[in-house]
């Protein structure tokens, strides 16, 4: 697609309850990236994908957090037993870098906004 | 890990220049990235260095690099309303590649 989608646009969930973001790349990035942004603060590093390579899983807060990437496409990030404190702004990004050394920038979706009730 | 800091408010009227301030501490960085969040919206990239430069210039941006001080700055000639938006300083770090962040900085364009 022509730039970064990211589904539900905004989700609100009972604690407790799992869910499961979206996030579709533009076609041809091999890089994607979650980050997460919480109320007033700044984007706060989660996973990275770099196509069929292990991911950089070393942001993940708790094992109740996962993603997953099939090849350069969809990458869905899933949280389970959803606390209050996991309401933010989740931000998927993709690029065409394929290694460090690459200055492509990251696209960003527009983010899905998650409320924990 | 890294850190990059900003200062979180800053307030100009129409037309000043504007002047965000970034330190970050990773001195293996490649590149500096300066990004744009509007209200409701996604990250958008305004401009970037690389780090071995130490001005770049884009339009009414300027972007000035102190790599011993490890300080960036974003400068914005004759700031409109519509620069009114939280900019956000983001550092490539050397050996992983990821961007490290900062915290934003909310800047109020005031007519």
């Not at chain 1, 998927?92 to 870098?97: E, T, V």
């Amino acid at each position: 697609g022509a730039g970064v989608s990211q589904s539900p646009s905004n989700k609100v969930t009972e604690k407790g309850k799992d869910v499961e973001l979206r996030c579709d790349p533009i076609s041809g990035h091999t890089a994607l990236y979650w980050y997460r942004q919480r109320l007033g603060q700044g984007l706060e590093f989660l996973i990275y994908f770099q196509g069929n390579s292990a991911p950089d899983k070393s942001g993940l807060p708790s094992d109740r957090f996962s993603a997953e990437r099939t090849g350069e496409s969809v990458s869905t990030l899933t949280i389970q037993r959803t606390q209050q404190e996991d309401s933010a702004v989740y931000l998927c990004a993709s690029s065409l870098a394929r290694d460090m050394g690459d200055n492509y920038g990251y696209t960003f979706g527009s983010g899905t906004r998650l409320t924990v009730v | 890990g890294e850190d990059v800091e900003q200062s979180l408010f800053l307030s100009v009227r129409e037309g000043d220049s504007s002047v965000i301030n970034c330190t970050y501490t990773d001195s293996s960085s490649t590149y500096l990235y300066w990004y744009k969040q509007e209200p409701g919206a996604g990250l958008q990239l305004l401009t970037y260095i690389f780090s071995n430069m130490d001005m770049k210039q884009d339009q009414r941006l300027t972007v000035l690099l102190n790599k011993k001080d490890k300080h960036l700055s974003l400068r914005i000639a004759d700031t409109q309303t519509g620069d009114s938006a939280i900019y956000f300083c983001a550092e490539k770090e050397g050996n992983t590649g990821k961007l490290i962040f900062g915290q934003g900085t909310t800047l109020q364009v005031k007519p």
